[in-house]
């Protein structure tokens, strides 16, 4: 089993904690000049492995390595399948106007777009949007594949992905949600979708399950 390869933010963390454990999330944010909720998942990532340990209204302590091997088992055995989210698609002639619209009705983040195919041509996210929207051109007039991020420069997961993995290549893009694909002869098809809430909730219910 390879070893868990942690991002300089994640080791910013162990630094801040081995000096100055134990030490709650928020004080731990504050050193970082980030929101607890950026956080978030950094720090179920680090507990998960068994960097740390949290206790409750006390903080985090540095723990280092620990040989859980249960709790490193069942974790480098979740997958994205067991955790994806019913993706929200908009094909690429919708207008800025109506993806707007969308995703305030699905209450999502990220749209993926796609061709005539349904295959995967670009995201969306809330930036683009907001980007887009500043100033005064007609939003109804321009379609989305316009602003959008485009293929090859998506980063996309598979349902047979490692959620840990998935969870450090959100972390390392600084983005919000993955779209899971499943690959054909023509293209990408979007099956569903991945995102930091979906990853915190599963490692936060392995914490649980572990008594950790």
């Known amino acids: 089993m390879s070893p868990i390869e942690l991002n300089k933010r994640q080791e910013e ?37 068994g960097f740390l340990d949290a206790r409750p209204r ?6 280092g390595k620990k040989p859980g091997h249960d709790v490193t088992d069942t974790m480098n055995n979740m997958k994205v399948k067991d955790f994806q989210s019913i993706p929200v698609v908009v094909r690429e002639n919708v207008s800025v106007y109506d993806a707007i619209s969308q995703m ?22 809330r930036k683009d949007l907001l980007r887009t929207s500043i100033g005064s051109q ?35 893009q600084q983005i919000d949600a993955l779209p899971v694909v499943e690959e054909l002869s023509n293209g990408l098809k979007v099956v569903g979708r991945i995102t930091k809430t979906n990853i915190t909730r599963a490692f936060l219910s392995l914490s649980e399950s572990h008594e950790l």
């Open 13 to 49: 963390i162990l630094r801040i904690v081995k000096g100055n454990g134990p030490i709650t999330g928020e004080q731990i944010a504050e050193r970082l000049h980030l929101t607890r909720a950026t956080l978030r998942p950094d720090l179920a990532i680090l507990t998960m492995a």
């Open 58 to 63: 006390v903080g985090y302590f540095y723990s």
């Open 104 to 125: 305030f009705l699905d209450d999502v983040g990220t749209l993926f777009v796609v061709d005539k195919n349904s295959l995967l041509t670009g995201v969306l996210s």
């Open 138 to 172: 007609d939003l109804t007039a321009i379609p989305v594949h316009i602003i959008m991020t485009r293929m090859p420069n998506i980063t996309y997961c598979f349902k047979a992905d490692s959620l840990i993995q998935v969870a450090n290549r959100l972390i390392n």
